[in-house]
């Protein structure tokens, strides 16, 4: 394990369905990440939390709801998904969210599958 | 365009031999640039960390260097293992205006050893 954990580690739901991801890190980082993997594509960077407090938002969709009640948890709240949300969804965190050469500590994701 | 390629997409090697991993990218400003392993249904996990100053790193059997004139990155891998089977993924850090780092990925290179 490598400290940070997710749950759970495979999702099947409907469109109509209302889920929610958990993550939960144990290192005593300070930032907190959501990244949406895809077959052949690069890591897309979804969210971003820095001491609870959201900083970054990169255009993602209003069906994905993310949540930082306290700065071990992250959650991500899916409702209405479709079929291309279909992805390895990957939580991470550093040290800090500023400063150069931070090193992410990802979980084992959660692969999603939207019927 | 900040942008993080990766040859070859995939790669087939027998166990004991070596293999080398190559990485372009055009991110500017650069700040650091990271190789991570992936195994199948895990999470990223670091393997290297390297500045601007820095020619060679290595981690036991990786060797990862940087020219950053040419904005080249190699990851080289010395007498594979079984366990080497995963995907690499380079990833390059510029640092923002605002005190931050922004992360571009590489789609990564999946390489496969057989015995």
């Known amino acids: 394990e490598t400290g940070v954990t997710q749950t759970p580690r495979h999702l099947v739901m409907g469109m109509t369905n209302k889920k929610s991801l958990k993550c939960e890190q144990h290192?005593?980082?300070?930032?907190m990440y959501w990244y949406k993997q895809s077959a052949k594509k690069p890591l897309e960077l979804m969210f971003v939390?820095?001491?609870?407090?959201?900083?970054e938002n990169n255009s993602v969709p209003s069906r994905f709801s993310p949540e930082c009640p306290n700065s071990s948890h992250l959650f991500l709240h899916l409702h209405t998904l479709q079929p291309e949300d279909s992805a390895l969804y990957l939580c991470?965190?550093?040290?800090?969210?500023?400063?150069?050469?931070?090193?992410?500590?990802f979980g084992a994701g959660s692969r999603l599958t939207v019927l | 365009k900040n942008q993080v390629e990766q040859s070859p997409q995939s790669l087939i090697i027998l166990e004991g031999k070596n293999c080398t991993l190559q990485?372009?990218?055009?991110?500017?400003?650069?700040?650091?640039l990271r190789w991570y392993k992936q195994d199948t249904g895990r999470g990223p996990v670091s393997l290297t960390i390297m500045t601007f100053s820095e020619n060679t790193k290595s981690n036991g059997r990786y060797t990862a260097t940087l020219d950053a004139d040419t904005k080249q990155s190699s990851l080289h891998i010395t007498a594979s293992q079984l366990s080497d089977s995963a995907s690499y993924i380079c990833v390059v850090s510029r640092d923002t205006n605002f005190g931050n780092e922004k992360l571009t990925f590489g789609t990564g290179t999946r390489l496969t050893i057989i015995p």
């Open positions: 990485c372009n990218y055009t991110v500017s400003p650069f700040s650091n």
């Open positions: 939390y820095s001491l609870e407090e959201r900083v």
């Open positions: 290192l005593g980082h300070n930032a």
């Open positions: 991470a965190s550093s040290q800090d969210e500023f400063g150069g050469a931070n090193v992410l500590t």
